[in-house]
């Protein structure tokens, strides 16, 4: 391998690693805020993906019936057990966040559509479609086992990943997609050709990561989201409620994976299950970061991207199997020290 | 009126009946105490009060029961914990804490003002507003916890043994809030083991053994008592 390639490889693993960065953030923010080990984001990439491709032709994407289905079946369950608590003066606003505000999106996406916006238009209109499908997945499925060990919310976790594979399908069809490219230029760094859009992918995932520091350090909200992850007794005690916190951080990071799906849609062809191996990968990432710790996280998801693009060059159809065999062992060590710690800061 | 009215109130963990049957009240304005031995109860009935555990029996705050709301709502409407075991935001700074205490603020330029008095309250926490809460020495965290729980503008104050584990001229400066607490307003249900301080700042104590209240009466009058004297106030 001449040192040409190396860099090459090594930029491409960069910008796959950025990818899995934006997923295995929001991985990790959602397992502090709710102890739940959110696998779909992979999928939540893939949908923005699907979404986005719809957009660009002209049609109705799937995610518009889905998000409507989800919101009605998450309104109903929330009102059922207000009703059952007899909490009716919570009622009117259960049903303007889990009813009119997600069937608001979907009109309003709805009804631009046939206008043909712009692709940064395009864009915006399928993050924001995409924000609602994780809140209202953790209303319907996780809420009401929120109790549970890690490992029960985990099994729920791959399970839900597999509906999720299974609406995919019924949603948006069979067909691979792949979007236009957001931009064709490249810029050539001491005689190595980098491409637009793996800058861009660079970019944004800084950007989005920074941008969410910013949010932990600068905001209230920011705040309440960590102080819930530090000590959900805490914060109950301070009224921070753990189901809203989790909320806050289902859309965030459902924004993160959004994102990563926008960016790799014009790379890589997407179908309804592509995003299992993506969200894995970034899991990955986000153990390896000892599912805490952000920076650990971002380094862990540019290793594995790093990594997948050098076995990718060596042996393309088993580049994922040589990724993963050559995790188990970092894989092994990382969970014994996380458990090792989670038990720990049981005090 | 009562501020807070407890009335036949039992909370059990699993099969074991930890509270039996206890009623008390606290008038507004006042300090009142729960003294007893470990073990008797006290932790268990402030989490049931704020609502951290069910319980059976009736808890009015203001004349309106509070069955029906969970813990948040509680906190939103002026109850106000500070626990046994703390639960500060260990990897966050002194300053973040305190902000956090104030979450709930309708009006959030009070957070200021309110952070300020707490400050003036307790010099040593502006010292090290940017220090993180778990490196604080244990008089400090305490200090914390009663800062952290007054930026939210409480009007019922639930302290679990605020001086345990301190020394004794910090406990001393703990009990000389608590009683400045009284001056501003606030009413105070404070759980402590150490009996003589407790009653000597509260102004009615309840004695809860295994669960259950044995004896009450003004603090002035349980401090003289002689059966409370041979058995938690160490004698004469
Ligand atoms: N989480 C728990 N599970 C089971 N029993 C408990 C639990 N917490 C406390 N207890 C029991 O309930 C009783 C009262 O405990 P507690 O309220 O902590 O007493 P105190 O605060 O007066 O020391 C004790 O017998 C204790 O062993
Ligand atoms: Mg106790």
Redesign the pocket.
Known sequence: MTSDIAAILGIDGIATGAIYILVAIGTVLIFTVTRVIFIPFGDIAAFTALTLAALDMGQVPGTIGLVAVLACIAATMEVFGLVRRQEFRKIPIALLYYLVLPLLIVLAVWALIPLAPPLPVRIAMALILIMPISPLLDRIVFRPVADGSVLLLLIISVALHFALVGLGLLFFGPEGVRTEPLTSMSIDIGGIMISGQNILILVAAIAFSGGLLLFFDFTLIGKALRATAINRTGARLMGIRPTRAGTVAYLLGSLMAGVSGVLIAPVNTIFYDSGFLLGLKAFVGAIIGGLASYPGTALGALFVGVLESFASFYNSAFKDVIVFSLLIPILLWRSFTVIHSEEESEE | MSILSVQNVSVS?DK?E?VRDVSLSIDEGRIVTVI?P????????MLAIIGLLRSKGNIYYHGESLSRFDVEDRVGRGLCLVP?RRELFHDMSVFDNLLLGGYGLRDRSRLKSNMEKVFDRFPRLRERSKQLAGTLSGGERQMLALGRALMSDPKLLLLDEPSLGLAPLIVREIFKTIASLREAGVSILLVEQNARAALETADYGYV?ETGEIVQSGPAADLIRDDKLIETYLGGR
């Open positions: 963990y074991v930890a007893g470990n073990g008797a109860g006290k932790t268990t009935l046994e809860l």
